[in-house]
């Protein structure tokens, strides 16, 4: 059974940073198509950061130059490093992994860990 388990959420004021983390168990496709999302209240889900079966990344435009993507095979870890947060990057984050290796399905989610960014 797959599970991605992610961490390292929490409050912090605004030009802080975060590292989150994501663990996977179960899932053997580390170097799969993987990525973060975020949710705010009232809002869609959005993309954060893509990283695909090739390690090309892809940034939301409104993230670019502050949050950085990267894994740890051996660890089975998905990172994401969240620097001068601002207060409109309060939201759930989720890291999802994908089941098939040619493509960005996003078959598989973690629980979400929230971000807090306060002034």
């Known amino acids: 059974q797959v599970q991605l388990v992610e961490s390292g959420g929490g409050s912090v004021q605004a030009g802080g940073s975060l590292r989150l983390s994501c663990v996977a168990s179960?899932?053997?496709?580390?170097?799969?198509?993987m990525g973060w999302f975020r949710q705010a209240p009232g809002k869609e889900r959005e993309e954060v950061v893509v990283?695909?079966?090739?390690?090309?990344?892809s940034y939301a435009d409104s993230v670019k130059g502050r949050f950085t993507i990267s894994k740890v095979h051996a660890k089975k870890t998905l990172y994401l490093q969240m620097n001068s947060l601002k207060i409109e990057d309060t939201a759930m984050y989720y890291c999802?992994?994908?089941?098939?290796?040619?493509?960005?399905?996003?078959?598989?989610w973690g629980q979400g860990t929230q971000v807090t960014v306060s002034s």
């Open positions: 990283i695909d079966s090739d390690g090309r990344t």
């Open positions: 999802s992994g994908s089941a098939d290796r040619r493509k960005c399905d996003f078959a598989y």
């Open positions: 179960g899932y053997t496709f580390m170097t799969y198509c």
